[in-house]
């Protein structure tokens, strides 16, 4: 399996503070994917970074690539109490029609 | 608006009760996948749907069927659903499959309790 595996599994911080995940896979990925679960609801599409890539920017997220290391990093800036929500990474192989597979996550508390 | 639906939202039922949990999107999007997410073990996908009439095993099949009539639905089925399949479960949908770069659409969820 190339489960991605998200650290550290909890995280809290204070608003206004930058808040950084990360996510470690196995095998050689065709793209990664970051999504948000706010609780008990459905996952949210944040932004997808292709294994060319080694960095992406969309507003206050920053996801960078290292297909060297095998890991990816999820950075928000300035966060917010609304940013509190558990973030997963996931991946998918270049092979294609394979499962998208998704890491456990990583809760983030933003207090306020 | 576009989105995924799945209902119902809450399920209590009782071992060996067969249940089906419906999940439709307006998008047309080609590929569809049921998941269930459980405490300390994430995401796991259940089955897939690349299009219409095919369907393939995730990760965790077992006790579970899937249909894939029409582009637009893909119900989850348990013939004789098992405490062990208390869960929660969600659909997803996206235009293509996998491995072609496109992101995934989830629905709210189905929180399913098997007394």
């Known amino acids: 399996s190339q489960q991605g595996e998200e650290d550290p599994q909890a995280l809290s911080i204070q608003e206004g503070e930058n808040a950084t995940m990360n996510c470690s896979y196995k095998?050689?990925?065709?793209?990664l994917q970051w999504y948000r679960q706010n609780s008990g609801r459905g996952l949210v599409h944040l932004i997808l970074i292709r294994s060319n890539e080694r960095e992406k920017h969309s507003g206050r997220l920053r996801v960078t690539l290292d297909t060297s290391k095998k890991s990816s990093s999820l950075l928000i800036t300035a966060s917010r109490a609304a940013d509190t929500a558990s973030y997963f990474c996931?991946?998918?192989?270049?092979?294609?029609?394979?499962?998208?597979?998704f890491g456990k996550g990583t809760r983030l508390s933003v207090i306020a | 608006e576009a989105q995924v639906t799945q209902n119902p939202r809450y399920l209590i039922t009782v071992t060996g009760k067969k249940l089906t949990v419906t999940c439709s999107q307006n998008?047309?999007?080609?590929?569809m996948s049921w998941y269930r997410q459980d405490p300390g073990l994430g995401l796991r996908q259940i089955y897939y749907?690349?299009?219409?009439?095919?369907?393939d095993k995730g990760d965790v099949p077992e006790g579970y069927k899937v249909s894939r009539k029409e582009k637009r639905n893909f119900p989850l089925i348990l013939e004789s659903p098992s405490p062990n399949q208390t869960s929660l479960y969600f659909c997803a949908s996206s235009l293509r499959p996998p491995g072609q770069i496109l992101e995934q659409y989830f629905g709210p969820g189905t929180r399913l309790t098997v007394t």
């Open positions: 749907s690349m299009n219409v009439e095919v369907t």
């Open positions: 996931a991946t998918d192989a270049p092979s294609g029609n394979t499962p998208l597979v």
């Open positions: 095998t050689s990925i065709n793209n």
């Open positions: 998008m047309n999007h080609e590929y």
